[in-house]
C-alpha cells in the first residue's frame, strides 16, 4: 500500500521547519518545492530505473534512489518495495548491488553477519554492499529519517578494492549531514521527475553524493590527517602553513621558510599547529611527502629514483630512510605490493601496465641496499 500523499505532505512541511540535526540550518527551497510538487502528484517516495547501455559502460549507474520518514512506533520498512529490495528485520536482506543510506535524524540498530550488531545515530550513512547479509530498523521511540540509493557498476567494485570503502567498517558518521542531504535530495529529485532522461547527469549527481560522504566522513581510510580536521580553517595561520606545505612540498621547504614566509616566529608558528592539529609543521610536511611518494609509486611507473625527486627528499637514500620509518617498508617493496594488488583486481586476460616484474625487483633490491646503506652510514 502506498503512503499517504497528505501525510507525506504534512510531514515534509513539519521536517523543513526544523533544522537538519546538530547544523542549525534548514534545507533548500528549492528541494521542499520540488518534493511536494511530487507528493502532490504521486504518493510514491522512491523509484526504481532501467540501466541505459550507455550508463553501464561509465562503470557506475543508479538503480533507484528514495526518502522515508518513519514516525515513531511506526512498522518498518514502511513502503513496498520491489521483492529484490524489500526486507524484514527477522529475514533480513541480501543485495545485487551496494546501497547507500543516510540516517538524517533518529536513532536505530544495524547488523550483519561481519559486525554484529551496531548502534546507528543521527548522521551515520550505511553502505550496504553486494552479497552481504544484512538488516536495519529505527528505534521505535524515536523513529527516523532516511535517504538512500542503490547503486551498481564495476567502479564500486575498484574504489572498494582501493580502500575507498571499508567493508568491515559499514557505518561511518558524517561531521556535516546537511551537505550530505542536499546531495541525496539532487538525486531524488532527478530520479523522480525525470528517470529517463540524461542517465549520465544522474550518474555524476550519484558520484558528487558519494565525493560528499567520504569528504564529510569522520574517519577514513589511509588518511593522514587528524581528528582535528575540522579546526584546520579556524586559525589563519595554520591554515596558511598547510597552504604552503601542499602547493611546496616538491621543493626544498623548511619549517623555518614556513615561518618567515607567513610573517610569523618558527616558535609561534608551531604553536599555533600542534594546538589545532596535534602535530609539528614537520609531521605535516614529512606527511605530505610521503603520501605523494605513495601515490606515484602506486599510480606510475617512474624510477623510484625519480619519486624521490617529485615528492620533495633531498636524495633517494633519505626516501628510503624515512619512508621505512614512516611506513614499515621499501619504496619498492610498497610498489611491488601495490601492483600486485591491483593486478589481483584486474579483468582476466588483462595486462599489467607493461611493467615487468624484473624491474620491480631491481628497484626493490637498490632500495633495499640504499636503507642499508643510510643505515650504516648513521650508525
Known amino acids: 500500500m502506498l503512503p499517504n500523499a497528505d501525510s507525506i505532505h504534512d510531514t515534509l512541511r513539519l521536517y ?84 547507500f543510506v543516510f540516517i538524517a535524524a533518529g536513532r536505530g540498530e544495524f547488523e550483519s553477519r561481519e559486525t554484529g550488531l551496531q548502534e546507528i545515530k543521527p548522521g551515520t550513512i550505511m553502505t550496504l554492499y553486494p552479497d552481504v547479509w544484512h538488516r536495519y530498523r529505527p528505534d521505535p521511540e524515536t523513529g527516523w529519517t532516511e535517504y538512500w540509493i542503490s547503486l551498481g ?57 558519494i565525493a560528499s560522504a567520504l569528504e564529510q566522513a569522520q574517519t577514513s581510510v589511509e588518511s593522514i590527517n587528524s581528528d582535528t580536521e575540522s579546526d584546520r580553517s579556524d586559525d ?41 592539529l596535534g602535530r609539528t609543521l614537520l609531521q605535516e610536511l614529512v606527511a605530505c611527502r610521503i603520501q605523494r611518494a605513495k601515490r606515484l609509486l602506486r599510480e606510475t611507473h617512474v624510477p623510484i629514483k625519480y619519486v624521490a625527486h617529485a615528492a620533495g627528499f633531498s636524495s633517494l637514500p633519505n626516501l628510503c630512510k624515512v619512508f621505512r620509518r614512516e611506513v614499515g617498508t621499501t619504496p619498492g617493496s610498497y610498489r611491488e605490493a601495490a601492483s600486485q594488488k591491483q593486478n ?13 616484474e624484473a624491474v620491480e625487483q631491481a628497484e626493490d633490491v637498490q632500495a633495499v641496499a640504499d636503507v642499508a646503506e643510510v643505515s650504516q652510514s648513521s650508525s
Open 16 to 99: 523543513h521547519c526544523l533544522c537538519v540535526p546538530n547544523t542549525g540550518r534548514t534545507l533548500s527551497d528549492h528541494h521542499l518545492a520540488s518534493w511536494l510538487a511530487m507528493t502532490d502528484s504521486d504518493s510514491s517516495t522512491f523509484n526504481y530505473l532501467p540501466v541505459p547501455e550507455i550508463v553501464n559502460r561509465l562503470g557506475l549507474y543508479v538503480t533507484g534512489a528514495g526518502m522515508d520518514i518513519v514516525p515513531a512506533g511506526a512498522s518498518y520498512p514502511q513502503q513496498n518495495h520491489p521483492e529484490l529490495y524489500h526486507f524484514s528485520w527477522h529475514a533480513g536482506r541480501v543485495l545485487p548491488e551496494f546501497q
Open 236 to 276: 589563519p595561520l595554520v591554515a596558511e602553513s598547510l597552504r604552503v606545505i601542499w602547493n611546496n612540498s616538491h621543493q626544498r621547504v623548511s619549517v623555518d621558510m614556513i615561518a618567515k614566509h607567513i610573517g610569523v616566529t618558527r616558535r609561534t608558528l608551531e604553536r599555533h599547529f600542534k594546538k589545532h
Open 344 to 356: 589481483a583486481r584486474r579483468w582476466p586476460g588483462s595486462s599489467n601496465g607493461g611493467r615487468s
Open 153 to 209: 557498476g564495476d567502479l564500486l567494485f575498484q574504489w572498494l578494492g582501493r580502500g575507498l570503502f571499508n567493508a568491515d567498517r559499514p557505518l561511518t558518521t558524517l561531521r556535516h549531514p546537511e551537505k550530505t542531504i542536499e546531495r541525496y535530495l539532487d538525486v531524488i529529485d532527478f530520479v523522480m521527475s525525470r528517470p529517463e532522461q540524461d542517465a549520465p547527469m544522474l550518474t555524476a549527481h550519484a558520484m558528487a553524493l
